[in-house]
């Protein structure tokens, strides 16, 4: 099964960008939907963005116009371009295969205001 690791967290003032990374351990160009999560403090893990093999993509309300799902099946690789942070935004982010069902171990976002 595979496995995913996320990458690119970090502390950056409001405004910044920054790109996480979900580097899998096998191919992931038999799965159909990659996506990313986030889980704030004190809060429920929500959804953020996902991306079709095909390249359709969808977000959440709260991130569109702002960030940037994209896959490339050839490096096995998922990124996560963030743009315009906000405080809001400060999380723990994870990458997910929503089938098979897999979950990376996350990677913090910190956005200072």
């Known amino acids: 099964q595979v496995q995913l690791t996320e990458s690119g967290g970090g502390v950056v003032q409001a405004g910044g960008s920054l790109r996480l990374s979900c580097a899998a351990s096998?191919?992931?160009?038999?799965?159909?939907?990659m996506a990313w999560h986030r889980q704030a403090p004190g809060k429920q893990r929500e959804f953020v963005a996902r991306?079709?093999?095909?390249?359709?993509?969808n977000y959440a309300d709260s991130v569109k116009d702002r960030f940037t799902i994209s896959r490339d099946n050839a490096k096995d690789m998922v990124y996560l371009q963030m743009n315009s942070l906000k405080p809001e935004d400060t999380a723990v982010y994870y990458c997910?295969?929503?089938?098979?069902?897999?979950w990376g171990k996350g990677t913090l976002v910190t956005v200072s205001s």
């Open positions: 991306i079709s093999n095909s390249g359709s993509t």
């Open positions: 096998g191919s992931i160009r038999k799965i159909y939907n």
């Open positions: 997910n295969a929503p089938n098979p069902g897999v």
